[in-house]
């Protein structure tokens, strides 16, 4: 079954430390993964995606399929870095599962 | 401006009366989905559709009908509401499933349903 995990429901850190905020996935086939985030009193958005190998906002994810892993990793962290953040994992059968997100705060 | 339009952005019913929130995309999206987020839980996704009269279950579908008879719009019916379905609603939308994959989904800004 597909399944999404994200072991850590808050996370807080002070400004310009390191911050990872970690993703475990479950999927037989070749998943397509995501990070979206989710600012105080604002919709979800998405931040960034595993094919583009792109860095959004300081943010890099690495898809690690040994260890079916895709961490979300932002060298100094920053106070307007604090909101909700989902992994998402969509598959072949049209669906996006999200795992339950983790909530960074970052303290100044 | 190309958006996710829902509607209401609050609602506060009774056990048992029928409500539809809206939902409606000016990108001329194939793809439109619905969520429910709960705390510890996520999103959970309650029904999707690929295009126009074409939709389909999610992981959560129990207590919800949606209908897509046309492309902008998607309602969620809650056709006897009940309070463990009290939640924060989010209706999403992509240009198809393939863009989906490759550049995620639209949002919209959600809608906080309480069932008393």
């Known amino acids: 079954a597909q399944r999404v995990t994200q072991p850590e429901k808050l996370l807080s850190v002070f400004k310009g430390a390191p911050v990872e905020l970690k993703c475990n996935y479950s999927?037989?086939?070749?998943?397509?993964l995501f990070w979206y985030v989710q600012y105080s009193r604002q919709r979800l958005q998405l931040l960034l995606r595993?094919?583009s190998r792109e860095s959004i906002k300081g943010f890099t994810a690495d898809l690690n399929k040994g260890e079916t892993s895709f961490h979300l990793k932002k060298p100094f962290a920053q106070e307007e870095d604090s909101a909700m953040y989902y992994c998402?994992?969509?598959?072949?059968?049209?669906?996006?599962?999200f795992g339950a997100g983790t909530r960074l705060f970052v303290k100044a | 401006e190309a958006q996710v339009t829902q509607n209401p952005r609050y609602l506060i019913t009774v056990t048992g009366k029928k409500l539809t929130v809206t939902c409606s995309q000016n990108?001329?999206?194939?793809?439109m989905s619905w969520y429910r987020q709960d705390p510890g839980l996520g999103l959970r996704q309650i029904y999707y559709?690929?295009?126009?009269?074409?939709?389909d279950k999610g992981d959560v579908p129990e207590g919800y009908k949606v209908s897509r008879k046309e492309k902008r719009n998607f309602p969620l019916i809650l056709e006897s509401p009940s309070p463990n379905q009290t939640s924060l609603y989010f209706c999403?939308?992509?240009?198809?499933?393939?863009?989906?994959?490759?550049?995620?989904?639209?949002f919209g800004s959600g809608t906080r349903l309480t069932v008393v």
């Open positions: 998402a994992l969509t598959s072949g059968g049209f669906k996006t599962i």
């Open positions: 999403a939308s992509s240009l198809d499933f393939r863009t989906a994959i490759n550049y995620g989904y639209t």
């Open positions: 999927y037989s086939g070749s998943p397509e």
């Open positions: 990108m001329n999206h194939e793809y």
């Open positions: 559709s690929m295009n126009v009269e074409v939709t």
């Open positions: 595993h094919i």
